[in-house]
């Protein structure tokens, strides 16, 4: 169990195009999924948290208006990258927490379950 | 805000050795998660072992196992009979207790285990 898929795997674009990557938690119901960017050879850095049904906090210098997060449904969360330039070549990863049980909180999340992860080079 | 430090950028150990990864932290909190995780070259990024900062006991899973020093704020992992499928890059992340926390991730070591 525990599953979260990412789609596309890699896509390549022109300069100036706009690109969707998908986050789908395939059984389990994520109320807050976290995307993340890793440059080669470096660690995750943390881009915005999203939260089903409400706007995604952005983490100092990441733009809003560039990376687009709408988080529409407990199962999926997408990253639209606008107008995306050479720069934004990388590797995004998301991860979902799985739904808070407040009756038995030791079966709540404690942990998250990321996606394999989508290159995107931007041409 | 909290800072997670691991000072070994790469390390190597020959097959069926013991290797440790060191792991420091700063937090003021007093109740967090720590977590060590695996990323091979597919770079899906895998669980390895988890530890609730309020259990004293030291998480173990198979061959790995930690060693948490809540005092000097210190998580290292230790590999047992180390196998050529360890080969990846592991970091080491602390999240806050509460509900909906992100990560705070380490700059990872890179493992290389040679045979």
């Known amino acids: 169990g525990a599953v979260v898929s990412q789609h596309p795997s890699r896509v390549i674009c022109k300069s100036g195009t706009s690109v969707k990557i998908e986050c789908r938690s395939l059984d389990f119901q994520a109320t807050t999924m976290f995307w993340y960017r890793q440059f080669p050879k470096q660690s995750l850095m943390l881009m915005a948290t999203s939260n089903e049904g409400s706007k995604a906090t952005y983490e100092q210098g990441v733009e809003k208006d560039k990376f687009l997060i709408n988080h529409a449904s407990l199962t999926l969360s997408t990253l639209t990258v606008t107008s995306a330039h050479p720069e934004d070549s990388s590797f995004y990863i998301c991860?979902?927490?799985?739904?808070?049980?407040?009756?038995?909180?030791?079966?709540?999340?404690?942990?998250?379950?990321f996606g394999p992860g989508t290159r995107l080079t931007v041409l | 805000a909290q800072t997670v430090t691991q000072s070994q950028p790469e390390m190597s150990v020959q097959e069926a050795e013991t290797v440790t990864l060191s792991c420091t932290y700063d937090t003021s909190e007093n109740n967090y998660y720590l977590f060590w995780y695996k990323q091979p070259p597919s770079r899906q990024m895998i669980l390895v072992i988890r530890?609730?900062?309020?259990?004293?006991q030291n998480a173990t899973e198979n061959r790995f196992s930690v060693n948490f020093q809540k005092a000097a704020k210190s998580f290292s992992l230790k590999i047992s009979d180390s196998q050529l499928g360890d080969t990846a890059m592991y970091f080491c992340?602390?999240?806050?207790?509460?509900?909906?926390?992100?990560?705070?991730f380490g700059p990872g070591t890179r493992l290389s285990v040679l045979p």
């Open positions: 992340a602390f999240m806050k207790l509460n509900y909906g926390q992100n990560f705070v």
């Open positions: 991860s979902a927490a799985r739904d808070f049980n407040f009756l038995r909180p030791a079966f709540s999340t404690d942990t998250q379950y």
């Open positions: 530890q609730e900062a309020y259990k004293q």
